[in-house]
Nanobody
Framework: QVQLVESGGGLVQPGGSLQLSCAVS???????IGWFRQAPGKEREGVSV????????HYSDSVKGRFTISRDNAKKKVSLQMTSLNPEDTAVYYC????????????????????WGQGTQVTVSS
């Protein structure tokens, strides 16, 4: 099993920045780790994921250029630096890990990921 614990959520004003972190524990192998989010009344959507082995990344179009994902394999941690936040970014953000890496066409499908954290709330509001 893999356990994922998110931190760093909170309230931020439009245009502001926030960094999320996810601490990983457990012994099950995984090859990809990243972030999904779920806004009220909407389905969970992929935000960004990163390959553990070579650092390849995927980003959703809605966050590309504003969010940056990074990993620290030694510390077993993944981070999401979020900038230029707007109210549409308000959601519960979930850390996720998966056994397999997927390409651009399919990476954002929720069912492809095997382990999930409990989520952390991000609210963008003035």
């Amino acid at each position: 099993q893999v356990q994922l614990v998110e931190s760093g959520g909170g309230l931020v004003q439009p245009g502001g920045s926030l960094q999320l972190s996810c601490a990983v524990s457990g012994v099950h192998p995984y090859s990809v780790i990243g972030w999904f989010r779920q806004a009220p009344g909407k389905e969970r959507e992929g935000v960004s994921v990163i390959s553990i082995s070579d650092g390849r990344e995927h980003y959703s179009d809605s966050v590309k250029g504003r969010f940056t994902i990074s990993r620290d394999n030694a510390k077993k941690k993944v981070s999401l630096q979020m900038t230029s936040l707007n109210p549409e970014d308000t959601a519960v953000y979930y850390c996720t890990a998966g056994i397999n890496w997927y390409g651009r066409a399919s990476w954002s499908r929720e069912r492809l990921y095997d382990f999930w954290g409990q989520g952390t709330q991000v609210t963008v509001s003035s």
